[in-house]
């Protein structure tokens, strides 16, 4: 079981980026599904989480309105679009099956992540 992330890049600020995350082994329908990143130096930083019973997402404070995640049933896919990036968007983007604990977003089954770079 695991999940791949696709679909980082170079980009200037103020561009858009789309990933995607592709499940092996499992229908992403039957779990939450979330983003969270790693940049050099930081910790890592929770991006979102989707519920697959009610469709809520959450979203950290410092993507919130400029990040959206959808899925993509038939299609096996999660997505993360991002919009209006910004330099300190910059890590490799990971997803993953995604649950609360004790107040913060833990991910599981992560794999291959993304590069996102944000840079003029």
Same mark, same amino acid.
């Given at each position: 079981v695991?999940? *791949? #992330?696709? $679909?980082g890049g170079l980009v200037q600020p103020g561009?858009?980026? /789309?990933?995607?995350?592709?499940?092996l082994?499992?229908?992403?329908d039957?779990?939450?599904?979330?983003?969270?990143? *790693? #940049?050099? $130096?930081?910790?890592?930083?929770?991006?979102?989480?989707n519920s /697959?019973?009610?469709?809520?997402?959450?979203?950290?404070d410092s993507v919130k309105g400029r990040f959206t995640s959808s899925r993509d049933n038939a299609k096996n896919l999660?997505?993360?679009?991002?919009n209006?990036?910004?330099?300190?968007d910059t890590a490799v983007y990971y997803c993953g099956q995604c649950r609360l604990d004790q107040g913060e977003y833990e991910y599981d089954?992560?794999?291959?992540?993304?590069?996102v770079t944000v840079s003029s």
């Open positions: 695991q999940l *791949q #992330a696709s $679909g561009g858009s980026l /789309r990933l995607s995350c592709a499940a082994g499992f229908n992403l039957y779990y939450d599904i979330g983003w969270f990143r *790693q #940049a050099p $130096g930081k910790l890592r930083e929770g991006v979102s989480c /697959r019973t009610d469709g809520s997402t959450y979203y950290a999660v997505y993360l679009q991002m209006s990036l910004k330099p300190e089954y992560w794999g291959q992540g993304t590069q």
